[in-house]
């Protein structure tokens, strides 16, 4: 019960900011583009290591690709720490509503990246918080959750 009224807080938070919030919208493709943003949970190493192999897919085409991911443990464990290219944030960085506080999110959402995919399959609240209110010009992502913030959504079953 207390998980879904920090939830719903969190909720009114995020349109409140969503107001005031705008940003420049333009549909790219892996063409147009050359900066591109991966946000994802980290639920496991394997989901990791696609995740890894996308990016790597990206980068061959001359993309510029960052990646921030969201682990829901306290620490981050060992074997994501093997991946040197990705900002990862942990529970403990993120405010009792659902907004993260690691630094590196607020310079990522700040980012005008060309295209931002969001590779969560279910709704993560901070990262519908980085999603909704970063400056990427185009956002990609699945149908997960009510109020997508994304530009072009993708119902995978």
């Given at each position: 019960?207390?998980?879904?009224?920090?939830?719903?807080?969190?909720?009114?938070?995020?349109?409140?900011?969503?107001?005031?919030?705008?940003?420049?919208?333009?549909?790219?493709?892996?063409?147009?583009?050359?900066?591109?943003?991966?946000?994802?949970?980290?639920?496991?190493?394997?989901?990791?290591?696609?995740?890894?192999?996308?990016?790597?897919?990206?980068?061959?085409?001359?993309?510029?690709?960052?990646?921030?991911?969201?682990?829901?443990q306290k620490?981050?464990?060992?074997?994501?720490?093997?991946?040197?290219?990705?900002?990862?944030?942990?529970?403990?960085?993120?405010?009792?509503?659902?907004?993260?506080?690691?630094?590196?999110?607020?310079?990522?959402?700040?980012?005008?990246?060309?295209?931002?995919?969001?590779?969560?399959?279910?709704?993560?609240?901070?990262?519908k918080w980085?999603?909704?209110?970063?400056?990427?010009?185009?956002?990609?992502?699945?149908?997960?959750?009510?109020?997508?913030?994304?530009?072009?959504?993708?119902?995978?079953?």
């Amino acid at each position: 019960m207390f998980k879904k009224f920090k939830l719903r807080i969190g909720h009114k938070k995020l349109k409140k900011q969503l107001k005031s919030f705008s940003r420049e919208k333009k549909v790219h493709n892996f063409v147009s583009a050359r900066k591109v943003a991966i946000v994802f949970y980290a639920s496991s190493k394997s989901t990791f290591q696609q995740i890894q192999d996308f990016a790597n897919f990206i980068t061959k085409l001359n993309l510029e690709v960052t990646m921030l991911a969201y682990c829901p443990q306290k620490e981050i464990p060992q074997e994501f720490q093997q991946f040197d290219n990705v900002n990862i944030f942990t529970v403990k960085e993120v405010n009792w509503c659902g907004k993260p506080l690691a630094p590196f999110t607020e310079e990522f959402m700040a980012t005008n990246f060309d295209i931002l995919i969001d590779l969560s399959t279910e709704e993560i609240f901070p990262l519908k918080w980085i999603v909704s209110l970063s400056k990427a010009k185009f956002r990609v992502g699945n149908l997960s959750y009510p109020d997508n913030p994304n530009d072009l959504i993708i119902n995978v079953k």
